[in-house]
């Protein structure tokens, strides 16, 4: 077997971890992945080179409805605040575990009595804003 053979079916075996269902990645990284693999299949086919390296991955995007329907869990209300799916827009870049992470913090803030419930979403996306500049959060 030679070395680009060796290293494109090495490549192929990474890629079908993301692409496989029962695997983490979100619906477009699997669909990336499965991109990628017919891209180095095809090439490995032809003989030709394959791909050095696959594109980064796309940030990973929480889910929205997940976050909303935490949010209501965690704060034991039947309706998110108005602005939350906004938030959730602007925090795209965050992952999932930030998102909740912000989340548990602020309601716990809230259950202790130093943030005001009317003050939550405020004090939940200036923890987002902290995280996406890199300070920290919590």
Same mark, same amino acid.
């Given at each position: *077997?030679?070395?680009?053979?060796?290293?494109?079916?090495?490549?192929?075996?990474?890629?079908?971890?993301?692409?496989?269902?029962?695997?983490?990645?979100?619906?477009?990284?699997?669909?990336?992945?499965?991109? *990628?693999?017919?891209?180095?299949?095809?090439?490995?086919?032809?003989?030709?080179?394959?791909?050095?390296?696959?594109?980064?991955?796309?940030?990973?995007?929480?889910?929205?409805? $997940?976050?909303?329907?935490?949010?209501?869990?965690?704060?034991?209300?039947?309706?998110?605040?108005?602005?939350?799916?906004?938030?959730?827009?602007?925090?795209? $870049?965050?992952?999932?575990? $930030?998102? @909740?992470?912000?989340?548990?913090?602020?309601? @716990?803030?809230? @259950?202790?009595?130093?943030?005001?419930? $009317?003050?939550?979403?405020?004090?939940?996306?200036?923890?987002?804003?902290?995280? *996406?500049?890199?300070?920290?959060?919590?």
């Amino acid at each position: *077997m030679t070395a680009e053979l060796t290293a494109g079916l090495e490549r192929i075996v990474k890629l079908a971890r993301v692409a496989a269902p029962s695997g983490n990645a979100s619906p477009n990284e699997r669909q990336q992945a499965a991109t *990628m693999i017919e891209s180095i299949a095809a090439g490995l086919m032809k003989g030709g080179p394959s791909p050095a390296r696959p594109p980064p991955p796309p940030p990973r995007t929480p889910r929205k409805w $997940d976050a909303l329907r935490y949010w209501r869990e965690i704060f034991e209300v039947d309706e998110v605040p108005h602005g939350l799916v906004r938030a959730l827009a602007d925090f795209r $870049d965050l992952s999932d575990d $930030d998102i @909740r992470g912000a989340m548990d913090t602020t309601v @716990r803030k809230v @259950r202790i009595g130093s943030v005001a419930p $009317d003050a939550a979403l405020r004090y939940f996306c200036g923890i987002c804003w902290r995280v *996406m500049r890199g300070e920290g959060g919590r």
